[in-house]
């Protein structure tokens, strides 16, 4: 086959099949765009890009092996697209990457499976199985190439002449689909590398050296589990005016439960590490926080013993300074089938940590799995469930929107039992102990609401079923004197609107105790219901 064929051949696929979510979606928005002919254009623009593109990589030794790889990743990325409405821009390849084996074994499934190999697989075998045949001279091979580019943009001008007011119509204010065409996830990927692994290391900046535990009038250490929830969105839970009971195990625990509450992030490996830096979502920086001291670290300076215990694939760096222990699936058969654990193993390996009789003063942080798509049917024992029927199955694009919602409720039953038995627990040390609790999510979850399922979507885009999450506090009338809070205040405080993650930094160190100048008083939420 001549390399101009094969070139062609490999526009017409990425044009008209590749990209069939970016061309269905631009036939969805023309629905008042006065040129009927206007969408039809659309895979012609790609297809007379991608015969630009593909005729500057056409090169002898390169061509075949970088499209049969292109290509391989692109059969991945549409099953993303169409299933779940992914866009693959820098932020959704950074989640990628953060994805451990077990996590991406709960995508495993027939459908995905035959997406690679169809869309994927297959193409890429056929592109590395062609012999390509190349003009003599390299003169007549680079005429061949500008005849073909020249062809392409005379196709692309001739569509902007008879349809430019509707591109720019329709580009300007839907400027997220130049992040759904296939193969972008090969250049955000570069992106996501050079940002990462290219880009020099900042200087380490130390906060919180000032920082000092306020003694108590009861002489009594304090202790406090953070419970990080994982995909818990605040519409869901009862407290928050959702009409289930999703809370059936805490409702009578007396929860404080803030009513309004936007994530920094949609995906862990954002909100997490900027839900514990000192700066602000619009100010966020992944490489600063890397360099810098974060809650748990300046907790720790004040004299604080830190753990965290992870279920969730992993600390996304917050615990670069504190003990760290991974749940291993295949060690608790109790509460693991070797892929994944229940929640409830969190507090089992906790118990080391908690009744040791040291008398310090103890932060404990349990990342929880919460509600993880899409294998939501993993997350609770099937015996607690509530909400029938429910989607017990890895590809929930085959379960109703209804059976995904009630499996999602499901998960969050397990959480509130889990929650409740965190507060037993606590309520065992309160002899010892100045005991409380804070449960808070990294983000949020899509069921469906717009045709967008899972997380991740880029922020500005995000449904608010992806950005509002949970945020509730146990916090006993000891806890509450021993640390001058007035719980009145607070429960008005949970009533008002406007809170986020930008003052979780803030407020995890003044719910602690901590005093330090690095911590902002008007981000606290604690701080003016606290008597001095």
């Not at 490999?10 to 036939?27: D, E, K, M, Q």
């Not at 199985?129 to 001279?137: G, P």
């Not at 405080?493 to 979780?504: L, M, V």
Request: glycine share 6%; with cysteine.
């Amino acid at each position: 086959m001549k390399v101009t064929t094969l070139i062609t051949i490999l526009a017409l696929y990425y044009g008209f099949v590749l990209n069939y979510p970016i061309v269905s979606r631009v036939f969805a928005l023309s629905k008042d765009v006065p040129d009927f002919w206007f969408p039809y254009t659309g895979p012609f623009v790609l297809f007379f890009a991608f015969m630009i593109i593909f005729s500057l990589l056409a090169w002898p030794g390169v061509f075949k092996p970088i499209m049969a790889l292109i290509t391989l990743t692109s059969g991945i990325a549409l099953f993303g697209a169409v299933t779940y409405k992914i866009l693959f821009d820098v932020s959704m390849m950074e989640n990628v990457f953060g994805t451990n084996a077990s996590e991406i074994s709960f995508y495993l499934t027939f459908r995905s499976a035959l997406f690679f190999v169809v869309f994927g697989l297959i193409p890429a075998i056929l592109i590395l199985w062609v012999k390509l045949e190349y003009r003599k001279s390299i003169f007549k091979e680079l005429l061949s190439r500008v005849i073909i580019i020249m062809i392409a943009v005379c196709g692309i001008a001739l569509i902007a002449v008879t349809t430019y007011k509707d591109y720019a119509s329709v580009g300007r204010n839907n400027k997220y689909l130049n992040k759904m065409i296939i193969p972008a996830h090969v250049y955000n990927t570069f992106q996501y590398v050079n940002r990462n692994f290219l880009t020099k290391p900042l200087k380490y900046v130390e906060l919180g050296q000032d920082a000092a535990l306020t003694p108590t009038a009861n002489k009594k250490p304090t202790l406090v589990i953070l419970v990080l929830g994982e995909t818990a969105r605040s519409m869901n839970f009862t407290a928050n005016g959702y009409a289930r009971d999703t809370q059936p195990y805490t409702k009578d625990l007396g929860l404080i439960s803030m009513k309004d509450v936007s994530s920094c992030g949609t995906y862990t490996a954002l909100s997490v590490p900027c839900m514990f830096s000192n700066m602000d979502r619009k100010d966020y920086k992944k490489q600063r926080a890397n360099a810098q001291d974060n809650a748990v670290d300046i907790i720790a300076k004040s004299g604080v013993e830190t753990l965290w215990i992870d279920n969730d694939g992993g600390d996304k760096g917050v615990a670069k300074k504190t003990k760290l222990i991974h749940v291993d699936a295949s060690q608790d058969p109790e509460f693991c089938n070797g892929e994944t654990c229940y929640d409830g193993v969190l507090l089992k390996k906790a118990q080391p940590f908690l009744s040791s009789d040291d008398k310090k003063d103890k932060l404990l942080v349990l990342h929880t799995i919460g509600s993880h798509g899409p294998t939501y049917f993993q997350r609770f024992p099937a015996k607690m469930a509530k909400f029938a029927p429910w989607c017990n199955r890895k590809d929930i694009e085959q379960c109703s929107d209804q059976e995904i919602t009630n499996v999602y409720d499901n998960t969050l039953i397990y959480t509130d039992y889990f929650l409740s038995q965190v507060v037993k627990t606590l309520q065992q040390y309160s002899d010892k102990y100045n005991v409380a609790m804070m449960y808070i999510s990294d983000h949020g979850e899509s069921l469906g609401e717009h045709g967008l399922y899972l997380h991740g979507t880029p922020y500005s885009l995000a449904p608010k079923e992806q950005t509002t999450v949970p945020w509730q506090m146990w916090i006993p009338k000891q806890y509450a004197q021993q640390k001058n809070i007035n719980l009145d205040c607070v429960k008005r405080e949970s009533q008002k609107t406007g809170y986020s993650h930008d003052n979780f930094f803030h407020s995890l160190i003044g719910f602690m105790g901590v005093t330090t100048k690095d911590k902002n008083e008007q981000q606290d939420l604690f701080s003016s219901c606290q008597s001095q």
